[in-house]
């Protein structure tokens, strides 16, 4: 989880656990699924798997990018680094596999960019 201690680590679930139900609640469901949805991955080193919401961008059909706020207090965009890792996003009603891969740039944002399998 992130690196702020219990507090915020409790915190942080609660505020992601109210995200995730808002995301399927109707009426504000559909409004907030726009640009945000979450991503399910399995932990590098933990072998768990995790569910997260996430806000995002398109970049075209087959391509979305996620800004990572607060990076260096979170560490589930690690798993990304490296070459990548698969991961699965829930977009437009529909569960899709892909492959995101982490980057920091100059200035020491974080980006996840995925790149979605294509649908069969």
Same mark, same amino acid.
Request: glycine content about 14%; aromatic content about 6%.
């Given at each position: *989880? ?17 995200? !995730? ?23 590098? @080193?933990?072998?768990r798997t995790f569910t997260?919401?996430?806000?995002? @961008?398109r970049r075209g059909e ?6 990572? *706020? ?7 965009? @690690? ?23 982490? !980057?920091?740039?100059?200035?020491? @944002?974080?980006?996840?960019t995925v790149t979605l399998?294509?649908?069969?």
């Open positions: *989880m992130s690196r702020g201690g219990p507090v915020v680590d409790g915190v942080a679930r609660a505020f992601n656990a109210g995200v !995730s139900a808002l995301l399927s609640a109707p009426g504000v469901g559909p409004l907030l699924r726009r640009g945000t949805t979450t991503i399910t991955y399995t932990g590098r @080193r933990s072998g997260t919401p996430i806000s995002f @961008r087959d391509t979305l990018v996620i800004g990572v *706020m607060a990076s260096n207090a979170k560490n589930w965009w @690690r798993n990304f680094q490296d070459g990548g890792h698969p991961v699965g996003v829930r977009l437009d009603d529909v569960d899709r596999t892909g492959h995101g891969v982490a !980057s920091r740039d100059d200035a020491g @944002r974080v980006t996840v399998d294509p649908l069969p």
